[in-house]
């Protein structure tokens, strides 16, 4: 069974660091370049961050120097490191990889 699991999310003052972590079948992350993805309320789903199979990473402007993706490829899990958060990081986190998502994860930054 295809299986995406997020965790890690929750209520951060701006300024504030969170990990992320989804968990992934080993059928889905052993073949593919894995992301996260973001939704904020009104707003279209925008890509985040991603990792290849090779761990080469690609950041959306607004995140660069600021957050880090990574995957440990023994746990099939891929991480999301976000530091220095803003209000406006606000948003419910979705971790995909090989077409499939996961449930999503909510990322509130808030004084």
């Known amino acids: 069974q295809v299986q995406l699991v997020e965790s890690g999310g929750g209520l951060v003052q701006p300024g504030g660091s969170l990990r992320l972590s989804c968990a992934a079948s080993?059928?889905?992350?052993?073949?593919?370049?894995m992301a996260w993805y973001r939704q904020a309320p009104g707003k279209q789903r925008e890509l985040v961050a991603s990792?290849?199979?090779?761990?080469?990473?690609n950041y959306v402007d607004s995140v660069k120097g600021r957050f880090t993706i990574s995957r440990d490829n023994a746990k099939n899990t891929v991480y999301l490191q976000m530091n220095s958060l803003k209000l406006e990081d606000t948003a419910v986190y979705y971790c995909?990889?090989?077409?499939?998502w996961g449930q999503g994860t909510q990322v509130t930054v808030s004084s």
């Open positions: 990792i290849t199979v090779s761990g080469i990473t």
């Open positions: 995909k990889g090989s077409g499939f």
């Open positions: 080993p059928i889905i992350f052993s073949i593919s370049a």
